[in-house]
């Protein structure tokens, strides 16, 4: 039984594997998520020198 349903299984992803590689593009339905760059802190003086 087991190796019936192996070669079912192959059989069948070869047989499926056409449709698969035509398949249509579904990452237009979700746009790519991009982030703005964090605003640069501003450099201040104190009495050890310039703040890190």
């Keep these: ?4 349903f192996t070669a079912f299984v192959f059989a069948l992803s070869l047989a499926a594997s056409p449709v698969l590689a035509f398949s249509v593009d579904m990452s237009s339905l979700t746009p790519t998520l991009t982030y703005p760059d964090p605003a640069p802190q501003p450099v201040t003086k104190d009495q050890g020198g310039i703040s890190k």
């Design 1 to 4: 039984m087991k190796p019936t």
